[in-house]
């Protein structure tokens, strides 16, 4: 009886760990920092790595350069955020240490990209979860 209930309680704190995961699952609005108007359309998605990618899969405006750049790389789930990858700045053309935090009362993602590990130089992003 008690391998029974131990059995459940992992399989149970397993599921609630990958729907916590998979929230940042999905195509996500970035938002011009300048402008605040709609930039880009980034795709996030676990690869068989078990990490999070990041790919730019749309545009918005006339100009379609740069669709198909790697966002995100190398990010994993740790403590209700996403941690420990970079992300791509295509208009510094730099890469960024990053942390991605889901907001489930905005159903938004806050991305920090910084120049240090601990996030203390850097700026945060604001991503809309993208209605088709």
């Not at 359309?41 to 198909?68: C, H, P, R, T, W």
């Amino acid at each position: 009886m008690k391998k029974i209930f131990v059995t459940l309680a992992v399989m149970f704190l397993s599921i609630v760990a990958l729907s916590a995961q998979s929230q940042f699952l999905g195509k996500w609005t970035t938002i011009d920092d300048k402008t605040k108007q709609p930039a880009g359309i980034v795709e996030i998605y676990q690869d068989a790595d078990g990490l999070f990618y990041g790919k730019l899969v749309g545009v918005y405006g006339n100009d379609k350069s740069g669709i198909g750049t790697m966002i995100i790389r190398g990010m994993k789930y740790e403590d209700g955020k996403l941690v420990g990858g970079k992300v791509y700045d295509p208009d510094a053309d730099k890469l960024y240490y990053c942390t991605i935090k889901y907001d489930s009362a905005k159903q938004e993602l806050n991305l920090r990209g910084s120049l240090d590990r601990k996030g203390l130089l850097g700026r945060t992003q604001t991503w809309l979860k993208y209605k088709e």
